[in-house]
């Protein structure tokens, strides 16, 4: 394998609407929400380590996260945890990552990952990364994949590329938020739109360049430790500076203003599981087009559910349609999918 070949996976987040199963303290990705055997991190690192050293996929993850990190990839070493000390978005942790790359090896390319997302075609997925490193290898770039969008989806932000280009890798024309849905359907229809899948691909000299030049401020923050990085002060020194950076996110923070930036359109199916809704359209279903995760069931009258239990608990369900039923613990949610993007706002009330 190339030794220059690394990895930032990003496991920091809370999941919170796939509440109640993922909480705070034990969120998504940490979990078996396809009732696959393994969680998703677990899938997301073995898909990554097909071409990146195992040694080399550093894990960017909250200090609460990191004993379960470590439960979950037995095979990770402590050194390859990044810790966040305080929840600052995107940009600080993936320059803090890139940084203590760029220590360890100048010459390193690296794709920034989530670990909750849902691949199938793992060889197209390992054959796109093949692909963005040798661009990147190449010139001075900053690369994304983006989806090919099947639907006028109004939850994904999405890339804009020159219609123009006709190369299989083409110039960014601008990132686009979250749009409502006639302005997602003038995506579609337009054909030079792609779905934000927030997978990053650049050499460390690319990224850490562009944070020089764009955040200027931020990374002169974070290179007053430059000399600590890899040893036993790093740590004092990122609890004492961290929570002082900017909140802000890699998007804002430097891909929107970099006139370098491309995006090769994914050749592999992908599913970013931010919802049940998401998770339903990736579970097998029944002929009333229910999905059943671990629960034993008996249905009438009922279609197009997500029903999902602990150990196995008999449902019984009559005359209930397009609905997420989810049994935790202590916890019933009995929700309209119509509704999915307010279960954050239930899980805020909660608190």
């Known amino acids: ?55 080399n996929i550093l894990i960017l993850t909250n200090e609460r996260y990191n004993n379960l990190v470590l439960e979950q990839l037995p095979m990770v070493k402590q050194e390859q945890i990044i810790l966040e000390p305080a929840m600052k978005n995107t940009a600080p942790c993936i320059l803090y990552a890139s940084l203590k790359i760029k220590k ?64 299989p890798i083409k110039k960014v024309a601008q990132f686009r938020e979250k749009p409502d849905y006639p302005t997602a359907k003038k995506f579609i229809q337009s054909r030079n739109f792609l779905w934000n899948a927030g997978i990053f691909i650049w050499s460390i000299k690319s990224i850490t360049q562009a944070f020089e030049k764009f955040q200027p401020e931020m990374y002169h923050h974070f290179m007053k430790g430059y000399d600590l990085y890899n040893s036993e002060n790093e740590k004092a020194f990122i609890l004492e500076n961290y929570p002082e950076a900017e909140n802000i996110s890699i998007d804002y923070a430097i891909l929107e203003k970099a006139q370098n930036v491309f995006v090769l359109p994914a050749t592999f199916d992908w599913n970013d599981l931010g919802t049940w809704g998401s998770l339903y359209d990736k579970l097998p279903k029944d002929k009333q087009e229910n999905a059943i995760i671990n629960a034993t069931v008996l249905l009438e009258d009922s279609s197009n559910n997500i ?25 019933l949610l009995i929700y309209p999918k119509s509704k999915e993007q307010d279960i954050k706002k239930i899980v805020n009330k909660l608190k």
């Not at 691949?119 to 997925?125: G, L, M, R, Y």
């Not at 239990?309 to 019984?316: D, F, I, L």
Request: charged letters at 20%.
């Open 104 to 167: 360890q090896n100048p010459d390193a390319v690296v794709v920034v990952a989530p670990s909750d997302h849902w691949i199938e075609d793992e060889v197209q997925f390992v054959a796109n990364i093949q692909r963005s490193f040798d661009f990147c290898e190449m010139q001075e770039t900053l690369m994304t994949l983006g989806i090919v969008p099947t639907f006028p989806n109004t939850g994904y932000g999405y890339i804009e590329f020159d219609k123009l280009d006709s190369r």
């Open 307 to 331: 029903i999902r239990t602990e150990g196995k608990k008999t449902v019984v369900i009559d005359g209930l349609n397009d609905y997420i039923i989810v049994d935790k613990e202590n916890v």
């Open 1 to 55: 394998m190339n030794t220059n070949y690394y990895a930032i996976l990003m496991a920091g987040g809370v999941g919170s609407r796939f509440w109640p199963v993922s909480t705070a303290d034990f969120p998504k990705q940490f979990h078996d929400m396809l009732g696959t055997g393994d969680t998703l991190i677990q899938k997301t690192f073995s898909r990554l380590s097909q071409l990146i050293p195992k040694e």
